[in-house]
């Protein structure tokens, strides 16, 4: 959805945490902006990154974070931060950050 540029279809999905005021679609654009246009976007050699990590049991409903890296072009990349929330089975992640890649 970001490499197709559907902003409305990821806002719809996964929401965007750090829109503040802003419409969603239209933050995760500015900020996707942003991020390519970053100084410290380079691609890293080695294929993109994923980290993934698990909260404590605790009753905020924070099951996890999920922090990777996306191959946006030949020589770029983008960094994604998104939270897993939920109970039992039921979750839903959360798109919360979107930023430049500082190697």
Request: with cysteine; aromatic share 10%.
């Amino acid at each position: 959805m970001l490499m197709q540029r559907d902003y409305a279809g990821l806002a719809g999905r996964f929401g965007y945490v750090r829109a503040f005021d802003r419409e969603l679609a239209a933050a995760i654009e500015a900020d996707f902006i942003t991020a390519a246009a970053s100084p410290h976007n380079d691609a890293p050699e080695e294929s993109p990154s994923i980290v993934l990590q698990y909260f404590k049991p605790n009753s905020t409903g924070l099951f996890a974070a999920v922090d990777c890296t996306v191959t946006i072009g030949e020589a770029a990349s983008v960094f994604l931060s998104l939270i897993v929330t939920g109970k039992g089975e039921d979750k839903y992640v959360t798109l919360e950050d979107i930023c430049g890649v500082a190697w």
